[in-house]
């Protein structure tokens, strides 16, 4: 009982002894805390570390490890990183971990930190300075778990203290160092300033005024100035009572912003810079008027376009989900009618309903295409893209329609064309020119030629798309690359589309920094001829991806499964058509069971462990899919099973923004039964 009051007699001692110390050392301040604090604690390592100015890290001022008598400094660590700890640090008088591998507040610091440096309890109290947060004392035991009493604790809170008061000391100081710098100053620029300089004393009477001081208030003379109450300039009397209170405690105030009326009742908006001691005030005042006027105008300005792009965003988002959802049960459907029916006049029926959701689509990805187009340009990625075989999977799809309407498709390449441009947007620009060729003709049929052309000795990839359609009128070239505009519009006009497709392909192409030019003959048809910036020779060589240099048509073979062998794949949908035709599409490859809800997903899968997980991300009302992946990345069976993201929302960074989410592979709506197989084929590479 002697020793542990003795022990007190001496911490009281050290306490006394350290709050009497004249901070003009704030380092050597440090050293004798985090020394005294290891000893009376006896502990090994004890820190002091500060916030930035901004809030977002803190630097270590001071590490004294005991067993070998050192000081270190200089290390940084985000807050971001760390959001429970710093967190827990606000909520909490101190953080006392006998057990830091334990304990929820400290355990985000395990791997990074703690092991690496054998720390085993810890005991961090944040510093305020006048109630905020501005650094930490971290007591640390190394080697062994050790239990922080109530005294050590207390003590740890005391050493806290005084580090609160050196740190109002330091900046005291810089702010009167700041004081007397501007004192020097003050009568050399006085008598020719351009902003106004006065002094007061506490009740409101100015002691003296410049004459730029007369004229923002609009006095008469400095003269008339000298008798006019400062009270007056104020329109509403708490605003100078809430600078009054602030300078008293802080002595002073930089750039604070006021709105006063002058003495002929004008509004004026000040910045004021002001000093407080010995109860006068010395200012200095900057007319802002203008200034705040031009800042409320750009602000009204900035606050309707970015209303207009979030509405923009929101409408595009929720477009395409409202789309694409429905559009996916209705060309789903369509399709497996059109291939299982074995009624003709159904078939029929369903092609014909096919046909008119593709026709939908295409037109809601034209809009979407180009209200995305901008958000595009952060993200081409130029790459060597084989010329042939890029035209070869665009041709595909447009063979049945050719034959269709009783028109010829012919190719004509010059061999090993490589171009260096984005491989999506060169897709579209070329499926558009296509399409286009195709629609508007009736007889005859299309021709693609690819060549190698050099300008200005810069070699191009030349792509020519020729049509025996119904041509363009001269005063019409222009027209046609207009968004929403074709040659026959209105009530009348005689083709399909939105008029879209060529503004896209000619916004697209100008990204690639090559160029479109049309040439065309009323009633004999047209040429869209396309240049590209190509690679040739050792640059093509060495850059082309393995994958466009060999030979990718191979064919895939299927191992069977007996049924019980099959992969179980949760369907998450809340849409009972979409549950219904992924059920279809999947069906004899996959076993299926089906979630309506976020919620019954995760107690599906805390139930049985499922071979994938089909995840709809707007479920409707309640919990989404995103926050579902989270919580089924939780549990311990599926840390690595693969979950896929099918969602209506396909926005630029929608993909990226679901990858991160947690989520293995993303599968926009509306979704072919070739396009699951093959995402699931990358999914079960063996199946």
Not at 391 to 402: C, D, E, K, T
Not at 532 to 561: C, W, Y
């Amino acid at each position: 009982m002697k020793k542990k009051g003795l022990q007190f007699l001496r911490k009281q001692s050290i306490l006394l002894e350290l709050s009497k110390l004249v901070f003009d050392d704030t380092q050597e301040i440090y050293n004798r805390i985090t020394e005294t604090t290891a000893d009376i604690l006896n502990i090994e390592r004890v820190s002091i570390w500060l916030y930035n100015e901004s809030w977002s890290e803190i630097k270590c001022e001071d590490l004294f490890r005991k067993s070998i008598k050192s000081h270190e400094s200089g290390v940084h660590l985000s807050i971001s990183e760390y959001p429970r700890y710093f967190d827990a640090l606000q909520e909490f008088r101190f953080i006392s971990a006998n057990d830091v591998f334990v304990d929820p507040r400290s355990i985000e610091f395990s791997e990074n930190y703690y092991k690496p440096l054998n720390i085993k309890s810890s005991l961090d109290i944040p510093v305020r300075v006048e109630g905020v947060i501005n650094a930490i004392l971290c007591c640390e035991q190394t080697a062994k778990v050790k239990e922080w009493t109530n005294e050590e604790q207390d003590f740890a809170s005391s050493m806290a203290d005084i580090i609160s008061l050196v740190i109002q000391t330091a900046n005291r100081r810089k702010v009167e160092i700041e004081l007397r710098k501007s004192e020097e100053k003050y009568r050399k620029i006085v008598d020719n300033a351009v902003f106004g300089i006065y002094k007061s004393d506490i009740t409101g009477q100015f002691l003296f005024l410049n004459q730029a001081m007369a004229n923002i208030f609009e006095f008469e003379s400095i003269k008339q100035g000298m008798l006019f109450r400062i009270e007056k300039l104020y329109k509403n009397p708490e605003d100078r009572k809430n600078l009054l209170t602030k300078l008293i405690q802080e002595h002073i105030v930089n750039d604070y912003e006021l709105e006063l009326i002058t003495s002929k009742g004008k509004t004026k908006y000040i910045l004021l810079s002001a000093f407080y001691e010995e109860n006068n005030i010395l200012g200095m005042v900057v007319d802002i008027t203008e200034r705040k006027k031009s800042e409320e105008e750009l602000k009204n300005a900035r606050n309707k376009a970015q209303e207009s792009d979030r509405l923009k965003t929101s409408l595009m988002a929720n477009m395409s989900h409202e789309f694409r959802t429905p559009m996916n049960a209705i060309l789903g459907f369509s399709d497996l009618i059109e291939t299982e029916s074995q009624e003709p006049d159904v078939v029929f029926f369903a092609r014909k309903i096919h046909h008119s959701g593709e026709r939908l689509m295409s037109t809601l990805k034209a809009i979407l295409d180009l209200a995305d187009l901008e958000a595009t340009k952060s993200k081409i990625r130029f790459v060597p893209i084989n010329v042939q075989r890029i035209l070869a999977s665009i041709l595909n799809p447009f063979y049945p329609v050719a034959n269709e309407k009783g028109l010829f498709l012919i190719t004509e390449y010059k061999e090993n064309l490589f171009a260096n441009a984005d491989e999506n947007l060169l897709h579209m620009i070329l499926h558009n020119l296509i399409d286009n060729a195709i629609k508007f003709t009736q007889k005859g049929g299309v021709t693609i030629e690819t060549d190698l052309s050099t300008v200005d000795e810069k070699k191009y990839v030349v792509i020519r798309v020729k049509d025996t359609g119904i041509g363009i009128h001269k005063e019409h070239l222009e027209t046609i690359f207009h968004e929403f505009r074709q040659i026959s519009e209105g009530y009348d006009r005689s083709h399909e589309g939105a008029g879209l497709g060529l503004s896209l392909a000619n916004r697209m192409i100008e990204m690639l920094y090559g160029k479109i030019i049309v040439e065309s003959e009323y009633g004999l048809g047209s040429i869209f001829t396309l240049w590209v910036p190509a690679l040739i020779g050792k640059e093509q060589t060495i850059n082309v991806p393995k994958h466009d240099l060999s030979d990718d048509l191979h064919v895939k073979t299927f191992r069977m499964h007996k049924p019980d062998e099959l992969p179980v794949i949760l369907i998450v949908e809340d849409n009972n058509d979409n549950a219904e035709i992924m059920k279809l599409y999947l069906k004899g490859k996959y076993k299926t069971e089906r979630a309506p809800d976020a919620h019954t997903a995760i107690k599906m899968a805390a139930e049985h462990k499922f071979s994938c997980i089909l995840m709809d991300i707007n479920l409707g009302p309640g919990m989404d899919g995103l926050r579902a992946v989270n919580e089924i990345r939780k549990l311990d069976s599926y840390k690595d099973i693969p979950i896929v993201a099918i969602t209506g929302y396909t926005m630029a960074g929608d993909r990226e923004r679901l990858l991160k989410g947690g989520c293995n592979y993303y599968l926009g709506k509306p979704f072919t039964q070739q396009g699951l197989h093959e995402l699931m084929t990358e999914v079960f590479p063996n199946n």
